[in-house]
């Protein structure tokens, strides 16, 4: 099981550090393909950023200048990093991971077995 944490409210041009750590051990989220996701109220779930163990890869275009994936191994954790957030980036946020770590990253859902239950990210002034 994922748990998301770090969402909250926050004003329009600052910034969240979203993680994804594993609730139960001894799950290591570095053997596995992890992906972040967000759903939009009245949108379908989009995919925003994946990690595998080579590379990174981020969906939407827009989206690299202002998001950062990476991985602390040290604390089992995967971390989404937004910078100048917007109004158009409130949405609950998911982790998810995949199987076959050195597999491409997909934004496809079905690619990833485990989520976790989501957190909210509110951007409003």
């Known amino acids: 099981q994922l748990v998301e944490s770090g969402g909250g409210l926050v004003q329009p041009g600052g910034s969240l550090r979203l993680s994804c750590t594993a609730s139960e051990w001894p799950v290591e989220l570095e053997y596995y393909r992890i992906g972040w996701f967000r759903q939009a109220p009245g949108k379908e779930r989009e995919a925003v950023a994946c990690?595998?163990?080579?590379?990174?890869?981020y969906f939407i275009g827009s989206m690299k200048a202002r998001f950062t994936i990476s991985r602390d191994t040290a604390k089992n954790t995967v971390i989404l990093q937004i910078e100048n957030l917007q109004p158009e980036d409130t949405a609950v946020y998911y982790c998810a991971a995949g199987e076959y770590p050195y597999r491409a990253c997909s934004a496809a859902r079905d690619e990833y077995i485990d989520w976790g239950q989501g957190i909210q990210v509110t951007v409003s002034s």
């Open positions: 990690i595998n163990r080579q590379a990174t890869r």
